[in-house]
Nanobody
Framework: QLKLVESGGGLVQPGGSLRLSCAAS????????IGWFRQAPGKEREGVSC????????RYADSVKGRFTISRDNANNTVYLQMNNLKPEDTGLYYC????????????????????WGKGTLVTVSS
């Protein structure tokens, strides 16, 4: 079965950290540009960060620059999102997507159809 599965979400206090994982099964993640997206209740989907197939090119939303870091381990078919200094406005459902396009075409919003989407992991930042 071809799918993406996110994990690592949870409840964290402001200023805290979380590391999200996006694991692929049934297909080689290395072929795809991967993006992390989030959606808060009542808001539109927002592109958080994207990473190229080799990991050499990345892109971040202005709201997370300097706090979030995207990385990938193609040998383990997994992409990570390290989130530091979390703020209440980072709260939302975080999910990853895979597509055949450039990082610039995927973030902040995919210009072309994505090949795979995960179902998401919930991040809540609250005291």
């Amino acid at each position: 079965q071809l799918k993406l599965v996110e994990s690592g979400g949870g409840l964290v206090q402001p200023g805290g950290s979380l590391r999200l994982s996006c694991a692929a099964s049934g297909f080689p993640l290395s072929y795809y540009v991967i993006g992390w997206f989030r959606q808060a209740p009542g808001k539109e989907r927002e592109g958080v960060s994207c990473i190229s197939t080799s990991g050499g090119s990345t892109r971040y939303a202005d709201s997370v620059k300097g706090r979030f870091t995207i990385s990938r381990d193609n040998a383990n078919n997994t992409v990570y999102l390290q989130m530091n200094n979390l703020k209440p406005e980072d709260t939302g459902l975080y999910y990853c997507g895979a597509g055949i396009m450039t990082v610039q075409a995927m973030c902040p919003a995919p210009l072309y159809g994505m090949d795979y989407w995960g179902k998401g992991t919930l991040v809540t930042v609250s005291s």
